[in-house]
C-alpha cells in the first residue's frame, strides 16, 4: 500500500473529483460519513456527551458533517468551531449552512473564555487540522488543544490528530492534540509511523474513500506502507524438482567467546528459512556448541575465542555477518580483508556494522545491494545524528544512495530503505523486543538471498515475516514470555497465513500503537 504524502493527498482528492465527475463536496460527504458510522456502530446510540470541534477549513467541512449526522441520529452533539482564521473554505461553509439548517448552530470559539467543558467520561470528535496543516498551532487554538489533552478524554482524530504534520516534524510537542483513533483517509501516514511521534496517537486506521487508485499509481509513490497483498507478490513458491543446490547455500560468519549463541540463531534462522545449506564460520570456541545445536549446518573454524583469519573454504551463494562477532582489533583486521576480497552478496550486522561505523573507507568494499541491518545505535554511528525522524530517514536515504546498498533501520516499524524508495513494515510488536531477535532477522535475511529473492524483495518478506511470528505468538506466549527463539518457532506460521482467507483486517492497514493506553 502506498503512502502518500500531504501534496499528493491534496492531488489525489482532486483527480478523483475529475476522474469520477463528483464534487469535492460529495467526496466530503463520502468521506465524513464512513467516520460517523465508524462512531456509530461503536455507540449504537449511547447517550455520551460528544463534543465535535471544528477548524475552517476542509477538516473542520469533516467535522461538520460528521456532526450533522451524530444529531440527525439522536446522539448528545455539540459542535464547535475553532475560529483561529477567518478564511473559509467552501466546503467548510455549505456544511455550516447544512448544520444550521437543522436548527444547530455551532458555538464559535473565540478565545480561552469559550472553551466548553469537557469530562473525561465525554468523546471529544477531533476535526480541527488536517492534511493542511503548516506551522504550529498557536494563541487559544495551542491553549484549547492542550485544554482537550489535560482532561484525557477519549478523542477520534478525523485525517490527523490536529496539530501533526504529515510530513515534517513537530518542534512543540504541546501542541499536538493527542487522539485515542485517528480516522485517516486513503493512506497511511508516515508520521504515524515514526518512534517521534508515538505520544500522539494510540491507535489508527486508515478509511478507505475511494481516491482514484490509478491516478494515486500515476505519482509513483516512494513510500510504500508492506502490508500481505504485497508480501505475496513477492513470495516465490518451490519448484517440484528443486533440491537443496536450488536453494542456496547460506554462510553465516559471526560469533565470539561469550556470543556464540548470536551466531547461531542467526545460522538456525537461515535454514527455518529455507536455505538448502547453511554453513558457520565461527572461533574454535564454538564449534561444538553449533554442531550440537544444529546438526544441519556446516562448520568452519578460524582461530580460538575470536575471528581472526577470515579464510574459509566454504563455496556460498550469499554471506551474513556480523551477530556476535565482537570488534577484536585481530576481527577487525580480518573482517577488513575479508571485505577487500569479497565478491558475494552481503548481510551486514551489529559488530560488522560498528566496524564499517569506525572505518567508513570500508563500506566502498561492499557489493552493491548489499543489506545493512543497524537497530538504532548502530544507525546513528554509521550516518551521524539526526534532528529527528524525518531527517534521519533522508540522512539514510542519502547513504543508500552514495553507496548503493539498502539499509533497513530496525525499529517498532522497521523502515527498509533502497535509495530513494522506502518500504515501511507493518507487523511486529514489542515481544520481539527481546536479546537475538535480530541476529535471527539476519539469518532470515540470508537465507532468502540463497533462495534467488533480490537483496531488496528479501529484505521486505524477512522483516514482515520476522514481525508476524510475534503477532501470532504473542496470543500463545504473551509479550514476556516470547524469545528470539520462538521467532523461529512460528515461522511456519507466518509463513502459512500468508496464503490464510483475509478474514481480519489485514489488509487494511491499522493498528495499536500503545497498546496499555
Ligand atoms: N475534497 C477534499 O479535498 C477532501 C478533504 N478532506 C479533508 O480536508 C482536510 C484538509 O483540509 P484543508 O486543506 O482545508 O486544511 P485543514 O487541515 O482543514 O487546515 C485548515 C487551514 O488552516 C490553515 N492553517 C494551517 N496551519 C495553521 C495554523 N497553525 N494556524 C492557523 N491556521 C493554520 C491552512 O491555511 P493557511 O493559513 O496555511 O493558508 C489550512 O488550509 C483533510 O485533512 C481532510 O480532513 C476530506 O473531506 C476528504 C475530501
Ligand atoms: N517494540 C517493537 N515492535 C516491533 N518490533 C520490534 C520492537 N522492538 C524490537 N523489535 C524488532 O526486534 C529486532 C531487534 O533487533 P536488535 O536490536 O538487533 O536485537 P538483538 O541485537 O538483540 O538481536 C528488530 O528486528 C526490531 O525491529
Ligand atoms: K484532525
Redesign the pocket.
Known amino acids: 500500500m502506498y503512502i502518500l504524502n500531504s501534496k499528493q493527498l491534496k492531488e489525489a482528492d482532486n483527480a478523483t473529483i475529475k476522474s469520477k465527475g463528483i464534487t469535492s463536496i460529495s467526496l466530503m460527504e463520502h468521506a465524513s460519513i464512513l467516520c460517523f458510522q465508524w462512531l456509530h456502530q461503536r455507540l449504537q446510540g449511547q447517550n455520551i456527551p460528544i463534543h465535535v470541534f471544528c477548524g475552517i477549513g476542509n477538516n473542520g467541512g469533516d467535522g461538520l458533517v460528521i456532526a450533522r449526522h451524530l444529531l440527525q441520529h439522536g446522539y448528545h452533539v455539540k459542535c464547535y468551531v475553532v475560529n483561529f482564521s477567518d478564511k473559509r473554505t467552501d466546503e467548510f461553509l455549505t456544511n455550516y449552512n447544512r448544520l444550521k439548517e437543522l436548527g444547530e448552530w455551532p458555538q464559535i470559539i473565540n478565545g480561552e473564555s469559550d472553551f466548553p467543558r469537557v469530562d473525561f467520561e465525554d468523546i471529544v470528535i477531533d476535526a480541527i487540522f488536517g492534511n493542511g496543516l503548516t506551522r504550529n498551532p498557536k494563541g487559544f487554538t495551542k491553549k484549547l488543544i492542550q485544554y482537550i489533552n489535560s482532561t484525557k478524554v477519549f478523542s477520534l482524530a478525523i485525517d490527523f490528530p490536529s496539530g501533526l504534520f504529515s510530513d515534517k516534524s513537530v518542534n512543540d510537542k504541546s501542541t499536538v492534540l493527542k487522539a485515542g483513533h485517528v480516522l485517516t483517509f486513503q493512506t497511511p501516514k508516515l508520521a504515524f509511523l515514526l518512534p517521534e511521534n508515538k505520544d500522539y496517537l494510540n491507535t489508527w486506521e486508515v478509511i478507505d474513500i475511494g481516491l482514484d487508485q490509478e491516478f494515486i499509481a500515476s505519482l509513483q509513490p516512494n513510500i510504500h506502507y508492506i502490508l500481505k497483498d504485497d508480501i505475496l507478490q513477492l513470495y516465490k513458491t518451490r519448484n517440484k524438482w528443486d533440491h537443496k543446490g536450488d536453494l542456496g547455500h547460506s554462510l553465516l560468519i559471526g560469533g565470539s567467546f561469550g556470543k556464540i549463541g548470536?551466531i547461531s540463531?542467526a545460522s538456525k534462522a537461515a535454514l527455518k528459512i529455507g536455505s538448502g545449506l547453511v554453513s558457520i564460520y565461527l572461533p574454535k570456541c564454538g564449534y561444538s556448541i553449533v554442531q550440537t545445536a544444529i546438526p544441519e549446518a556446516m562448520v568452519e573454524v578460524d582461530s580460538d575465542q575470536v575471528l581472526t583469519y577470515f579464510n574459509f573454504k566454504t563455496k556460498a551463494t550469499v554471506i551474513g555477518v556480523g551477530?556476535g562477532m565482537g570488534t577484536a582489533e585481530k576481527t577487525v583486521k580480518g573482517f577488513e580483508n575479508f571485505l577487500k576480497e569479497n565478491q558475494l552478496p552481503l548481510v551486514v550486522?551489529?559488530d560488522a556494522i560498528n566496524i564499517l561505523a569506525d572505518q567508513k573507507e570500508l563500506i566502498n568494499f561492499l557489493p552493491k545491494n548489499s543489506i545493512l541491518?543497524?537497530?538504532p545505535k548502530?544507525l546513528e554511528r554509521l550516518i551521524g545524528v539526526w534532528e529527528n525522524d524525518f531527517d534521519k530517514l533522508n540522512k539514510t536515504i542519502e547513504f543508500s544512495i552514495k553507496h548503493q546498498i539498502i539499509v533497513?533501520i530496525?525499529?517498532?516499524?522497521?523502515v527498509i530503505i533502497d535509495k530513494e524508495n522506502l518500504y515501511v513494515?507493518s507487523?511486529?510488536?514489542?515481544?520481539?523486543?527481546?536479546?537475538?531477535?535480530?541476529?535471527?532477522?539476519?539469518g532470515i535475511i540470508t537465507g532468502l538471498i540463497a533462495q534467488k529473492y533480490e537483496p531488496l524483495n528479501a529484505a521486505i518478506l524477512g522483516?514482515y515475516l520476522?514481525?508476524k511470528t510475534?503477532d501470532i505468538a504473542i496470543e500463545e506466549t504473551g509479550y514476556e514470555t516470547f524469545t528470539?527463539s520462538n521467532i523461529l518457532d512460528y515461522l511456519a506460521d507466518a509463513i502459512l497465513d500468508l496464503f490464510k482467507e483475509n478474514h481480519t483486517e489485514e489488509n487494511n492497514a491499522s493498528e495499536t500503537v500503545n497498546e496499555e493506553k
Open positions: 548470536a540463531l551477530p550486522d551489529a541491518t543497524p537497530h548502530e533497513v530496525k525499529d517498532a516499524h522497521t513494515n507487523t511486529g510488536n514489542p515481544a520481539l523486543a527481546t536479546a537475538g531477535s535480530g541476529d535471527v532477522l539476519t522483516v520476522h514481525g510475534a528470539a
